[in-house]
T-cell receptor
Framework: GAVVSQHPSWVICKSGTSVKIECRSL??????MFWYRQFPKQSLMLMAT?????????EQGVEKDKFLINHASLTLSTLTVTSAHPEDSSFYIC?????????????FGDGTRLSIL | AQSVTQLDSQVPVFEEAPVELRCNYS??????LFWYVQYPNQGLQLLLK??????LVKGINGFEAEFNKSQTSFHLRKPSVHISDTAEYFC????????????FGAGTRLAVHP
């Protein structure tokens, strides 16, 4: 149980295009999902907390207009990297937390490798 | 300020040897503690967690960790490692109740050699 699916796993696109990444909780509902960014050989950096039915909470220094987050249902959150540039190339990972069960950890997707040419 | 420190960036070890990956945290409030493992080009998999109760926590793949409140530590141990344990290991701490936000350590690269 507690499977989080992330799609696509790898995307390569041209500079200036927008890229959408999906994060789905397959067997549980998640009011809250999290988006992280990971640079090579580094730790995870929380970008934003995605809340179902409301605006995402962004961490300091993360551009809201660059990284658009939508959490339209209890099982799906999307991250759109708008007008992507090479510096946006990174490994993006989402996670979700099971609701209603008090102390449950975050469960992570397998990540999306984004390469902007 | 709240923080998580993983003292070793890399830990080389021979197969079947014991290993300890160190994690310390800084917080003035109660914490929940986690260890995650990351294999190349993959997300994170939960190894174990400490929420409350017994300070010795057993997880998957033969790993265990001990919460030491006085030393603010949560070191990860395994008595005998395998080649397949080669991966990146992250210690993470939640400082607010209900897992609202995780703070990750920098990670420790465990390299198991034959």
């Amino acid at each position: 149980g507690a499977v989080v699916s992330q799609h696509p796993s790898w995307v390569i696109c041209k500079s200036g295009t927008s890229v959408k990444i999906e994060c789905r909780s397959l067997d549980f509902q998640a009011t809250t999902m999290f988006w992280y960014r990971q640079f090579p050989k580094q730790s995870l950096m929380l970008m934003a907390t995605s809340n179902e039915g409301s605006k995402a909470t962004y961490e300091q220094g993360v551009e809201k207009d660059k990284f658009l987050i939508n959490h339209a249902s209890l099982t799906l959150s999307t991250l759109t990297v708008t007008s992507a540039h090479p510096e946006d190339s990174s490994f993006y990972i989402c996670s979700a937390r099971i609701e209603g069960s008090g102390n449950q950890p975050q469960h992570f997707g397998d990540g999306t490798r984004l390469s902007i040419l | 300020a709240q923080s998580v420190t993983q003292l070793d960036s890399q830990v080389p070890v021979f197969e079947e040897a014991p290993v300890e990956l160190r994690c310390n945290y800084s917080s003035s409030v109660s914490v929940y503690l986690f260890w995650y493992v990351q294999y190349p080009n993959q997300g994170l998999q939960l190894l174990l967690k400490y929420l409350s109760g017994s300070t010795l926590v057993k997880g998957i793949n033969g790993f265990e960790a001990e919460f030491n409140k006085s030393q603010t530590s949560f070191h990860l141990r395994k008595p005998s490692v395998h080649i397949s344990d080669t991966a990146e290991y992250f210690c993470a701490v939640s400082f607010s109740g209900g897992y609202n936000k995780l703070i990750f350590g920098a990670g420790t690269r465990l390299a198991v050699h034959p």
